[in-house]
């Protein structure tokens, strides 16, 4: 087995969409690509402008739909896998949704809850807080989760990741097992390449780890208390939540990061410690 390859001409920023394109699209064509990230991201079925009538409107007709996504088709936002299929979101579709139309997403209290809840009782048990971080982004997000400090690092989620049809073929699989078992020889650099309150999104071939060109990644560095740096990642179908896992890794940073969020925990421990995550 080979090791990781990262691009050497990578500088871990994400490609912007130029403003000339952003102009290109109308707020028609942005509502249709909206929509169709957010089925396929549900579905991972290729979407139609009559599936799109159906559900969405718009005030337009099928046929107008169909015209709309052939347009962002040509602009390269949009692919038809076959001739009679539906169509899904392309590498640059999908960045021009997490720059220019993804909302912001808090996390709802409850799921904050869950987090600090696992974490308080988990913490009292000794278990390491950086295996404990990847396995409950893992349980939240359904896709790899990933976790470490320079010397320790864990990786959960490897069965959420089997049951997506982009992860059937069994060469996928393997590339992706084979990325893990040299993850730690690349994340010197993944951390000296990112800032602390970074949070990077690389989308397809976006991916500075080449072999995972197939797959999105979330990933940011974190600051225990005691200053050292480490590192949280989500890796996935490049139809995988974007709002949810960065708002994930977010607040996941903040827990991991200072005694002021476990005396947080403390005080809201009565309402909290019947909450329960299962693995």
């Given at each position: 087995?080979?090791?990781?390859?990262?691009?050497?001409?990578?500088?871990?920023?994400?490609p912007?969409?130029e403003?000339?394109?952003?102009?290109?699209?109308?707020?028609?064509?942005?509502?249709?690509?909206?929509?169709?990230?957010?089925?396929?991201?549900?579905t991972?079925?290729?979407?139609?402008?009559?599936?799109?009538?159906?559900?969405?409107?718009f005030?337009?007709?099928?046929?107008?739909?169909?015209?709309?996504m052939?347009?962002?088709?040509?602009?390269?936002?949009?692919?038809?896998?076959?001739?009679?299929?539906?169509?899904?979101?392309?590498?640059?579709?999908?960045?021009?949704?997490?720059?220019?139309?993804?909302?912001d997403?808090?996390?709802?209290?409850?799921?904050?809850k869950?987090?600090?809840?696992?974490?308080?009782?988990?913490?009292?048990?000794?278990?390491?807080?950086?295996?404990?971080?990847a396995?409950l982004?893992a349980?939240?997000?359904?896709?790899?989760?990933?976790?470490g400090?320079?010397?320790?690092?864990y990786?959960?989620?490897?069965?959420?990741?089997?049951?997506?049809?982009?992860?059937?073929?069994?060469?996928?699989?393997?590339?992706l097992?084979?990325?893990?078992?040299?993850?730690?020889?690349?994340?010197?650099?993944?951390?000296?390449?990112?800032?602390?309150?970074?949070?990077?999104?690389?989308?397809?071939?976006?991916?500075?780890i080449?072999?995972?060109?197939?797959?999105?990644?979330?990933?940011?560095?974190?600051?225990?208390?005691?200053?050292?740096?480490?590192?949280?990642?989500?890796?996935?179908?490049?139809?995988?939540?974007?709002?949810?896992?960065?708002?994930?890794?977010?607040?996941?940073?903040?827990l991991?990061?200072?005694a002021?969020?476990?005396?947080?925990?403390?005080?809201?421990?009565?309402?909290?410690?019947?909450?329960r995550i299962?693995?």
């Amino acid at each position: 087995m080979s090791a990781n390859r990262i691009d050497e001409g990578s500088t871990f920023g994400c490609p912007k969409v130029e403003p000339s394109s952003r102009t290109m699209l109308t707020n028609r064509q942005k509502r249709i690509l909206s929509a169709v990230v957010k089925e396929y991201t549900e579905t991972a079925v290729p979407i139609g402008s009559k599936h799109l009538a159906g559900k969405y409107g718009f005030n337009l007709s099928p046929a107008t739909i169909r015209a709309e996504m052939n347009e962002l088709e040509n602009k390269g936002y949009l692919f038809q896998p076959h001739t009679s299929a539906g169509r899904i979101p392309t590498d640059k579709g999908y960045r021009y949704f997490v720059e220019e139309i993804m909302p912001d997403r808090e996390l709802s209290r409850a799921e904050q809850k869950k987090l600090q809840a696992e974490l308080l009782k988990l913490k009292a048990k000794n278990t390491r807080l950086a295996r404990t971080a990847a396995k409950l982004l893992a349980s939240l997000s359904g896709n790899l989760a990933i976790s470490g400090l320079k010397d320790e690092f864990y990786d959960f989620g490897m069965r959420e990741l089997l049951d997506e049809p982009e992860f059937q073929e069994i060469d996928d699989l393997c590339r992706l097992a084979e990325t893990l078992d040299f993850i730690d020889e690349r994340v010197d650099r993944l951390i000296k390449n990112l800032k602390d309150d970074e949070v990077k999104i690389f989308i397809g071939k976006e991916n500075p780890i080449k072999e995972i060109s197939n797959c999105s990644m979330v990933i940011s560095p974190y600051r225990t208390k005691s200053g050292e740096k480490g590192i949280l990642a989500l890796i996935g179908p490049k139809r995988m939540k974007y709002a949810k896992n960065k708002s994930l890794i977010e607040y996941m940073k903040k827990l991991l990061g200072g005694a002021a969020v476990i005396a947080i925990i403390f005080t809201n421990y009565e309402s909290i410690t019947n909450i329960r995550i299962h693995f």
